[in-house]
């Protein structure tokens, strides 16, 4: 089992910034690939971000290449994502997510363990 907290998300003006952090516990963390996705009101939830167990290669969706960006640190249990240049339409429930599989997925189907989500809210 893992267990996923996230941690970071609030109010923040379009144009800004946040940064979202996964604090992970259980299993070894360095045996997950994990993944951020984002869940909008009346929305299907989507992948924003993923990274391998060894921190490369990393994917993201297109809507957030060059804006966001996704690390982690095996030492510390945590996988962390950067968003920069926040746009209104980027206000969602942000989970983090973690998979058994060496890559990340890009589908909910590929994640086995989940976090609660933080919310990020950017006013326009």
């Known amino acids: 089992q893992v267990q996923l907290v996230e941690s970071g998300g609030g109010l923040v003006q379009a144009g800004g910034s946040l940064r979202l952090s996964c604090k992970t516990s259980?299993?070894?963390?360095?045996?997950?690939?994990a993944g951020w996705f984002r869940q909008a009101p009346g929305k299907e939830r989507e992948i924003v971000a993923g990274?391998?167990?060894?921190?490369?290669?990393?994917y993201y969706a297109n809507s957030v290449k060059g804006r966001f960006t996704i690390s982690r640190d095996n030492a510390k249990n945590t996988v962390n994502l950067q968003m920069n240049s926040l746009k209104h339409e980027d206000t969602a429930v942000y989970y983090c997510?973690?998979?058994?599989?060496?890559?990340?997925?890009?589908?909910?189907?590929?994640?086995?363990?989940w976090g609660q989500g933080t919310q990020v809210t950017v006013s326009s």
């Open positions: 997510a973690c998979t058994t599989s060496s890559s990340p997925g890009t589908t909910s189907w590929d994640y086995d363990f």
């Open positions: 259980g299993r070894t963390f360095y045996t997950c690939a």
């Open positions: 990274i391998s167990r060894g921190g490369v290669p990393t």
